[in-house]
Nanobody
Framework: QVQLVESGGGLVQAGGSLRLSCAAS????????MGWYRQAPGKERELVAT???????NYAASVKGRFTISRDNAKGMVYLQLNSLKPEDTGVYYC?????????WGQGTQVSVSS
C-alpha cells in the first residue's frame, strides 16, 4: 500500500509560480511511476506530468515548457514546479503513483490562477 499527501496549492495571479509537493508513505520503494493529474470544474481529470523511477518524464502538451516534474526516490517525494501559470491551469491537482499492486491517489490540492 502507498499513501500520498499533497501540499503547496494556493491562489496565484496569472504569470506566477507555485511548487506542489507530494509525500508518499508505505511501500515507497515499490513505486514505479509518480505523477500529477488535475481536474478543472466540470471537466474530466487529465494527466499533467509523470516521472518514472528512472527519471523519464512525460508532460501534457498544454504544460510542456512551463511545468517541471521531479522526484526524490529515497524520500518518496514528487514535486511539480508550475511557472507562467494561466487561468486555465486552475483545478484540483492530484498526486498519483503506481506499483505492481495497483494505482494510488492523493486527496488533491487546489490551484487557482486569477487573470
Amino acid at each position: 500500500q502507498v499513501q500520498l499527501v499533497e501540499s503547496g496549492g494556493g491562489l496565484v495571479q496569472a504569470g506566477g509560480s507555485l511548487r506542489l509537493s507530494c509525500a508518499a508513505s508505505g511501500s515507497i520503494f515499490s513505486i514505479n511511476v509518480m505523477g500529477w493529474y488535475r481536474q478543472a470544474p466540470g471537466k474530466e481529470r487529465e494527466l499533467v506530468a509523470t516521472i518514472t523511477s528512472g527519471g523519464s518524464t512525460n508532460y501534457a502538451a498544454s504544460v510542456k515548457g512551463r511545468f517541471t516534474i521531479s522526484r526524490d526516490n529515497a524520500k518518496g517525494m514528487v514535486y511539480l514546479q508550475l511557472n507562467s501559470l494561466k487561468p486555465e491551469d486552475t483545478g484540483v491537482y492530484y498526486c498519483y503513483s503506481n506499483n505492481y499492486y495497483g494505482a494510488y491517489w492523493g486527496q488533491g490540492t487546489q490551484v487557482s490562477v486569477s487573470s
